[in-house]
C-alpha cells in the first residue's frame, strides 16, 4: 500500500512539473508575447516564482518517492534471498532525473535570480537576456522529461 501511495506521489509530482514546463513553453510565452517588455518581464517573475516554488516541493516528492522505491525493491530482493540489480530503465531514469534537478536548480538559483534584479533595476534588457536563458533551460529540461516518461512507459 505504502508503495503505491509513493509511486502515485511520484507520477503526481512529474505531471506538476512537466505539466507546467509545457504549460509556460507552448502557451503562456507565446501569449505574453503581445505585452509591454516591462510588464512582461515582471508578470514573468511573479509566475515564475510560484511555478519555482511548486517544482522545488515536486522535485523533493519525486526524488525522495524514486530513492524510497528504488531501496524497497532492493530490500525485498536482496532479503528474499535473490540477487538484485538496478533495471537500466531505473538507472536512466535515475540519472536523467538528477540532470533536470541540476538544470532546475540553475534556472532557480542563477537565472531567476538574474531575472530578478534585472526586473529591480528596471533593465528590461537584461530581463529580456534572462528570460530567453530561462526559456531555453526550461524547453531543454522538459525534452529530458519527455525522454524519462518515455524511458519509464517503454522500460527501455
Given amino acids: ?35 509591454d517588455p516591462a510588464l512582461r518581464a515582471k508578470f514573468m517573475h511573479d509566475i515564475l516564482g510560484r511555478f519555482f516554488k511548486a517544482v522545488l516541493w515536486a522535485s523533493l516528492v519525486a526524488v525522495g518517492s524514486g530513492l ?15 540477487g538484485w540489480s538496478m533495471p537500466t530503465s531505473w538507472m536512466v531514469m535515475a540519472v536523467l ?3 533536470m534537478l541540476l538544470i532546475f536548480g540553475h534556472i532557480r538559483f542563477v537565472l531567476y535570480k538574474r531575472l530578478g534584479s534585472a526586473v529591480a533595476a528596471g533593465s528590461t534588457s537584461a530581463a529580456g537576456d534572462a528570460l530567453a536563458a530561462i526559456r531555453s533551460w526550461v524547453a531543454v529540461n522538459l525534452a529530458i522529461g519527455v525522454v524519462v516518461v518515455l524511458v519509464a512507459l517503454l522500460r527501455l
Wanted: proline residues 2%.
Fill in 1 to 35: 500500500m505504502l508503495y503505491s501511495i509513493l509511486k502515485t506521489a511520484h507520477i503526481l509530482s512529474i505531471i506538476v512539473w512537466l505539466g507546467g514546463m509545457t504549460f509556460s513553453v507552448f502557451f503562456l510565452k507565446p501569449a505574453l508575447a503581445q505585452l
Fill in 68 to 82: 524510497w522505491m528504488m531501496g524497497r525493491v532492493a530490500k525485498a530482493a536482496v532479503q528474499s534471498g535473490a
Fill in 97 to 99: 532525473g538528477t540532470l
